[in-house]
């Protein structure tokens, strides 16, 4: 009877898939999947998402003025707050400068807090 409760690990067999079991932390890189890279495939991504651009860089535009409405509209939801730079690719220099622009102009009453409601 103790012979049947035991078993060594020279004698088991593995026939689980690896789907079905957890995998261990320490088990190594995982195997590729069936889909494909990146670039496309019956599971993968439909499309190629392009880097995004400072617009200020590529523009050329070193000074953000806080005169500048129409600019700065652009980098304001329509609730009121600043767009992060993760959506608007504008680099940290020139989203530094939009913010402290944005918020003068906020405190002079040319831009809005909120959105009305």
Do not use: W
């Not at 995998?23 to 069936?34: D, E, I, L, T």
């Not at 220099?93 to 959105?115: E, V």
């Amino acid at each position: 009877m103790a012979d049947e409760t035991t078993s060594t690990p020279s004698t088991e067999q593995h026939t689980s898939t690896p789907a079905s079991t957890p995998r261990p932390a320490h088990a190594g890189p995982r195997p590729p999947r069936p889909a494909g890279g990146p670039g496309g495939g019956p599971g993968g991504r439909k499309f190629f998402r392009r880097k995004k651009v400072c617009k200020f860089c590529t523009e050329k535009i070193d000074a953000i003025s806080y005169r500048d409405v129409r600019l700065l509209q652009g980098f304001v939801a329509e609730r009121g707050k600043i767009v992060p730079r993760r959506l608007t690719g504008v680099c940290t220099r020139h989203q530094r400068r939009l913010s402290l622009a944005i918020k003068q102009s906020r405190n002079i009453a040319l831009l809005a807090f909120a959105a009305r409601f």
